[in-house]
C-alpha cells in the first residue's frame, strides 16, 4: 500500500503528519513502513525521523550531445524542442543543458544521428533507516529546477526495492509529497493507492485545499483528509468536503505546546497520550484503504 500525504499549500503539516505515521505504522497495524520524502527542494523528513544514511546515488536527465562534425544544420532538432533547449546560432548548433526537460525527441528526430545522449546530474538519492524505519528521499542539485526527474528518480528506486522482497515482506509505503498541484506534486501522488490531503483551517488554507482536491480527484484515488491547526469549527472546510464527499480522518488541535515541540523536532505521538491515541487511530484507518480491502 501507498499513501501519499499532500496538500495545496506549503506549512500546512505535511511532513508532521508523516513522521507522525511511520513513526506508528508498525504498532499500529503490524506491517514494516517505508518513509520517503519526495518533496526534493526542500526535504525536511530527516529532520524529524533522524535516519542514518547508509548509501546516495546520483540521479541524471537525459540531455543530448551534438557532433557537430555530422550535424548538417537541418534545424529539425531545434524545431521539435518546446523548451527551447537546442538551437542554432550562426552556424553553431547548440544544447542548453539547463533547459532541456529529456525527452528524447531531438535524439529520436536527428536525420543523420548526430545526437547521443549525454547525462547531466540533477540530484541524489539517499537511502537509510530510521530504527526499523526504512527510509528514502531525494535532494535536489543547488539550482537545479527540474524536480520532477528526481521524483521519479526516487520513486523508481521505491520500485526496484520493493520488486526485489517477497510479496509478504514488502513495507507499507508513506510518501511525503511536496506542496502544491504542480507537476512535482501531481509526479509524487501518481504511484498512490491513497492521497492523504493536509489542511489548515485558514482563508488562504481552504482555498488551497479546494485546487488540490481540484487536481487530484481526476486521479481516480481516494481522497481523505487531516486538518491541521484544528481550533473553532470551519464551516466553509465541512460544507466543501461535505460536498466532494471527503472523509475527515483526523483533526490535530492548534495547541500551542503542539507547536513548540514541533519546532523542537519532536514526533507528534511523542507530545502527548491523545496525540498518540490520534496518531494511531489515523494508521489504522488508512490501513483499512488498503486496495484489496476496498474491493473486497
Not at 481540484?214 to 486538518?227: I, Q
Not at 475527515?248 to 519546532?263: C, K
Amino acid at each position: 500500500m501507498r499513501i501519499a500525504i499532500a496538500s495545496g499549500k506549503g506549512g500546512t503539516g505535511k511532513t508532521t503528519v508523516s513522521a507522525a505515521l511511520a513513526s506508528v505504522w508498525a504498532e499500529a497495524v503490524s506491517r514494516p513502513v517505508l518513509a520517503v520524502d519526495l518533496d526534493v527542494e526542500e526535504p525536511n523528513l530527516h529532520l524529524f525521523l533522524r535516519p542514518v544514511i547508509a548509501e546516495a546515488h546520483v540521479a541524471n536527465l537525459e540531455i543530448p550531445v551534438i557532433d557537430t562534425a555530422a550535424c548538417t544544420r537541418c534545424g529539425a532538432c531545434r524545431e521539435i524542442c518546446q523548451f527551447g533547449a537546442v538551437t542554432i546560432l550562426g552556424d553553431t548548433p547548440l544544447v542548453f543543458d539547463e533547459m532541456c526537460h529529456g525527452c528524447g525527441a531531438c535524439l529520436a528526430l536527428c536525420p543523420v544521428e548526430a545526437m547521443s545522449p549525454g547525462a547531466r546530474e540533477v540530484g541524489r538519492v539517499e537511502e537509510g533507516a530510521a530504527g526499523a524505519i526504512a527510509f528514502i528521499n531525494g535532494r535536489l542539485r543547488v539550482g537545479e529546477a527540474m524536480s520532477p526527474v528526481l521524483i521519479r528518480a526516487v520513486t523508481a528506486r521505491v520500485d526496484a526495492l520493493l520488486a526485489a522482497l517477497p510479496e509478504e515482506n514488502r513495507p507499507d509505503v508513506l510518501l511525503d509529497a511536496p506542496p502544491g498541484v504542480s507537476c512535482p506534486a501531481q509526479n509524487a501522488v501518481a504511484t498512490a493507492d491513497v492521497i492523504v490531503l493536509v489542511v489548515e483551517p485558514t482563508p488562504f488554507g481552504i482555498h488551497d485545499f479546494a485546487l488540490a482536491v481540484e487536481a487530484f480527484s481526476p486521479l481516480g484515488k481516494p481522497l481523505t483528509v487531516v486538518v491541521n491547526k484544528a481550533g473553532e469549527a470551519s464551516p466553509e472546510l465541512e460544507a466543501l468536503c461535505r460536498r466532494e464527499n471527503l472523509p475527515v480522518l483526523a483533526a490535530i488541535p492548534d495547541d500551542r505546546a503542539i507547536a513548540e515541540g514541533y519546532a523542537r523536532g519532536r514526533l507528534l505521538p511523542e507530545m502527548s497520550p491523545a496525540c498518540r491515541a490520534l496518531c494511531l487511530d489515523l494508521a489504522r484507518q488508512l490501513a483499512a484503504l488498503r486496495p484489496e480491502a476496498r474491493h473486497a
